[in-house]
Each structure stands twice: as structure tokens, then as C-alpha cells.
């Protein structure tokens, strides 16, 4: 498509269930990262795939978040058993791999954990 | 790692006056410089980038910004702000070697232009 989308762009949880938050990159994109948005902390990087290899998950804040990304294109950020602390607007971002080649980032999914 | 510092919160500022945005980063190595503006209820958008060459760079909508190594700063500026130009905008900045692939931001300036 002409830009990142994302989806939902929004989601009301009860804490303890589990979310699942889609994002589709620009075609041909071989980057592809997600961020969070939180109130007073800013953005923040969670987790990056690049083609084939093995992602970077350096920035995932526990083991209930982890993310996929199937075929080199679509991705999934999947959080568990969510607390209310996971309430923020998570941003993907795809970008075309070359160094220094600048995000481009979706509209975000504003996640609220009752 | 980075880290980038926008010491500025809130920046006012009366339409068609200038405005200078302030950023500092950090970093043991060469660095990418990025400045993101994000309009109310709408996603990030890329204003300009730094990756070599001229230490001044030019962006979209008359904003301009100027790399300084000696002081680790990517201030952003332009001469005559317009109302539209309410948005908080965000600094960035990324490591040049392998590996270092994700953002680092700052926190944010909120800019009001006022009538």
C-alpha cells in the first residue's frame, strides 16, 4: 500500500487477556520496527526485523510481549495476559533497510487496559 | 547506545515570529539525525534528516536544521511559524554501525503558534 497501516486503531482490554496488534508495512520494505508511546515517557523502541534475521528484541519490556513477522511483510505484536502499565500507542514503522534510511511510521494502535 | 535530550517541553510562540527547537544526543559513535513532527490525532511524519554531507539541512514546511558535532546538537528552526505548525515534534537519533538500527528519541517539544 501507499503508507504503513495498522490495526485496530484502538483497543479496549480488561487486564490479564491477552492482545494481538497488526501492522502491514509499505511494500518492500525490509525494515520493520515497532515503538511505543506512552504519557511522559515518549517513544520507545520495542522490537525490529530486518528480511530474514533473526530480530532484535532488545527493547521488549517482558516476556509477555513478542512479536512476529510472517512472509518478510506482515507483522504482529502480541502481548499477554496484559496490565494496565501496557496502556500506550504502539507505532510500527517500516523502512527500506538502506543506512540511514528514515522510518516511516503507521498511525499507532491506542491500547487501553481496563 | 543514544539518547537524545529536548530540553524544551512547551515551546509558545506568536504566528509569523521565528522558533528555534532545541536537541542535544549522545552517542560513542557517528549518529543519524532525525526531526518528526507529529500533528494532533495523526502519526509521525519525517520533517528532515542529517545522514552526511552539509551541516545544514532543509526539510518540509520552511523548517531547516543545523548539525553540530563540537556541541551534539540538531537544533531545529524556522523563520516564521505559521499556525498549522502547532504540533509536538520529536528528535531522533541512530547509530551509524551495523547492527544499530532502531531510534532513539526525545521526549518531545510541543509547539503552540498563537494568532
Known amino acids: 500500500g501507499a503508507g504503513v497501516s495498522q490495526s485496530p486503531s484502538n483497543k479496549v482490554t480488561e487486564k490479564g487477556k491477552d492482545v494481538e496488534l497488526r501492522c502491514d508495512p509499505i511494500s518492500g520494505h525490509t525494515a520493520l520496527y515497532w515503538y511505543r508511546q506512552s504519557l511522559g515517557q515518549g517513544l520507545e523502541f520495542l522490537i525490529y526485523?530486518?528480511?530474514?534475521?533473526?530480530?532484535?528484541k532488545s527493547g521488549l519490556p517482558s516476556d509477555r510481549f513478542s512479536a512476529e513477522r510472517t512472509g518478510g511483510s506482515v507483522s504482529t505484536l502480541t502481548i499477554q495476559r496484559t496490565q494496565q502499565e501496557d496502556s500506550a500507542v504502539y507505532l510500527c514503522?517500516?523502512?527500506?533497510?538502506?543506512?540511514?534510511?528514515?522510518?516511516?511510521f503507521g498511525p499507532g494502535t491506542r491500547l487501553t487496559v481496563l | 547506545a543514544q539518547s537524545v535530550t529536548q530540553l524544551d517541553s512547551q515551546v509558545p510562540v506568536f504566528e509569523e515570529a521565528p522558533v528555534e527547537l532545541r536537541c542535544n544526543y549522545s552517542s560513542s559513535v557517528s549518529v543519524y539525525l532525525f526531526w518528526y513532527v507529529q500533528y494532533p490525532n495523526q502519526g509521525l511524519q519525517l520533517l528532515l534528516k542529517?545522514?552526511?554531507?552539509?551541516?545544514l539541512v532543509k526539510g518540509i514546511n520552511g523548517f531547516e536544521a543545523e548539525f553540530n558535532k563540537s556541541q551534539t546538537s540538531f537544533h531545529l528552526r524556522k523563520p516564521s511559524v505559521h499556525i498549522s505548525d502547532t504540533a509536538e515534534y520529536f528528535c531522533a537519533v541512530r547509530g551509524r554501525g551495523t547492527g544499530a538500527n532502531n531510534l532513539f528519541f526525545g521526549t518531545g517539544t510541543r509547539l503552540t503558534v498563537i494568532p
Open positions: 526485523f530486518q528480511g530474514n534475521s533473526a530480530p532484535d
Open positions: 542529517y545522514l552526511s554531507g552539509s551541516t
Open positions: 514503522a517500516s523502512s527500506a533497510g538502506l543506512a540511514g534510511g528514515p522510518h516511516f
